[in-house]
């Protein structure tokens, strides 16, 4: 079998017109723009390709983007003090730290500093208590993008099997309740997971969001299973230079499954559509504005 490939960069290009579309609805019949913050502290090469990223996605789609880029040593008092700030100003509707902070700040107190209705990334221990309770919270945008490509490849996800390989609080834990609450038998599989193959080829879904260059091979998926890849891995190419890989092996995988996410153009382009998604969502929900269909979970 040869797996149908999900386009991730297509669906992600979908939603944010469908968010963009929202945004100038908003804006004609209520006066209002979203306004996303996005916090970055420290120097990490990599934030700062997200961070530029979301930056320009977001005004793309209409939004205000406010950029607040903070010195390596910032004092955590100081961090506090703009959170405050940020989430007492009404031109700001979502919220975002990028993570991971410098070590002498404490990831879990900055995070539950932001206001939850501002907290697009979903990561604030209410929205964390509200998703796993199956109210309405600020969805990961990662699980979030992950679940729109599911849904819309399979229409109901009900009864499926589905494992996921990762316990993150970012990705592994959000995917899991989610898969729950679209009423799949859910597994959470891990470093410790007695055995990971025989789990994963009962799965009609698999979830890889790991952070290991293929290190799920094609032997171990279910004919016909949908395969989400999360991972974004950069390895170095026999004849020289680098290249990016996911969390499984593709070829092999690809030749077995029903359906697979490509790395990249699979669940990355989607991140940031979702975030985009969020923080229209939050901006509805602050002004009493009908949330948009289909793009929360
Ligand atoms: N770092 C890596 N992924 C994420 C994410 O989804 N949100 C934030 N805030 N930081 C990240």
């Not at 420290?42 to 205000?64: F, H, I, L, W």
């Not at 932001?114 to 907290?119: E, G, Q």
């Not at 994963?200 to 952070?211: E, H, L, S």
Request: net charge negative.
């Amino acid at each position: 079998m040869s797996a149908v490939r999900i386009d991730g960069k297509a669906f992600a290009a979908k939603v944010r017109a469908q968010v963009a579309e929202h945004v100038t609805r908003l804006k004609q019949d209520h006066g209002i723009t979203p306004g996303l913050a996005v916090v970055l502290v420290g120097e990490d090469p990599a934030s700062q390709v997200y961070v530029r990223s979301k930056g320009k996605q977001t005004v793309e789609v209409g939004m205000n983007s406010y950029e607040h880029k903070l010195e390596a040593d910032t004092s955590e008092s100081d961090l506090l003090a703009l959170i405050d700030r940020l989430n007492n100003d009404p031109a700001v509707h979502g919220i975002l730290v990028q993570l991971p902070l410098p070590g002498h700040l404490d990831e879990d107190l900055v995070i539950n500093a932001i206001d939850p209705a501002k907290d697009v990334d979903g990561f604030h221990i209410s929205n964390v208590g509200l998703l796993g309770t199956g109210q309405k919270s600020m969805v990961p945008c990662t699980p979030l993008g992950c679940l729109m490509m599911l849904r819309d490849h399979h229409g109901s996800l009900s009864g499926m099997d589905a494992v996921v390989i990762g316990r993150s609080n970012i990705v592994g834990k959000p995917m899991a309740q989610l898969l729950l609450g679209d009423s799949c038998t859910v597994t959470i599989a891990h470093s410790r997971t007695k055995d990971l193959p025989g789990a994963v080829r009962r799965a009609d879904i698999v979830v890889a969001a790991v952070g290991r260059p293929q290190m799920v091979p094609g032997d171990w998926i279910k004919p016909g299973a949908t395969v989400i890849d999360v991972g974004i891995n950069r390895i170095d190419k026999p004849e020289g230079g680098t290249r990016l890989v996911g969390d499984v092996d593709f070829d092999s995988c690809a030749a077995v499954a029903g359906a697979i996410t490509p790395v990249p153009g699979g669940v990355g382009p989607m991140t940031i559509a979702c975030l985009l998604a969020n923080t229209l969502t939050a901006t509805c929900r602050a002004n009493g504005v009908a949330e948009p269909e289909g793009l929360t979970a």
